[in-house]
């Protein structure tokens, strides 16, 4: 009798539940603009897409023939970019790449608009070793392969990093991937080794460890990003919003949303052992 009346009860309020579609209107599409400068050819990219409506389906538009390039506002120099269809991003013509030290302008024009942002490529963190370990399985953490990074960070301010894991050849970047960290706690979180303790690695997995240090700009957009990413919509969560971008409109008129991102790269590259110990 109390299971018929559980079952009862399920039915009853499968009955309740009506799906409703909320009229959110139409926007016109807003650019955004996903650019990466670094010392580093092999990361610098500048990728623009337009935005879509909540309910529209596929991929973002990808714009192909906007106008892209950096400016090294100390000395003048201008490294265009020209657009790849195979990566469906703009590259620095030549293989130029940023230095460190320098700050630069990145350009965007599109039609009758033109965005602009300014970054500076700090100087970079000290990485010494980047360490793979097998650990067993312990509470709220499974069994596998783990790195652990060394360094130094000695730096009084500016001190906003990220953190990239490129497994296998692919890029780690869901919700959970996003490794941000500053000084809130002190610069020696790398002294004593940093475990990434949230990304458990397989037998004969390659890893490539990539580390930036951000400017406070590029830091802040990624910090909301990720408070986005983890928004449920439930009762208790804040109204989402986009996150604030560093890229502002110098002409025309519209909004803009992305972020420049200039950093350095300090990268390590691990081999994790073929059997486990």
Known sequence: M???????????????????????????????????????????????????????????????????????????AKVNFFYSPATKKYLAQNGITGKVGQQYELNVKMGDKEFVSQGTILEPPVLDSVVVQFQEERLFREEGYYLTVYGKIPFTEDNNYRIRIIENDTLKNSRFDYLLFDDSFGTSILDNGFELSGFPFKANDKIRLELFRLNQGAFDYLNQLVSLLFNDGGLFSPPPQNPQS??????????????????PLLSETVQVPEENP
Do not use: H
């Open 246 to 263: 560093n890229i502002r409109l110098r002409s025309g008129q519209g909004m803009v949303l992305g972020y420049f991102m200039t950093s």
């Open 2 to 76: 109390r299971n018929l009346t559980y079952i009862l009860f399920l039915i009853l309020f499968a009955s309740c539940q009506e799906e409703v579609v909320l009229d959110l209107g139409t926007l016109e599409p807003i650019p955004v603009i996903e650019a990466i400068w670094t010392d580093n050819n092999a990361i610098n990219q500048v990728k623009i897409t337009l935005s879509k409506d909540y309910y529209q389906e596929g991929d973002n538009e990808v714009v192909v023939d906007a106008q892209v390039s950096i400016i090294n506002l100390g000395t003048g």
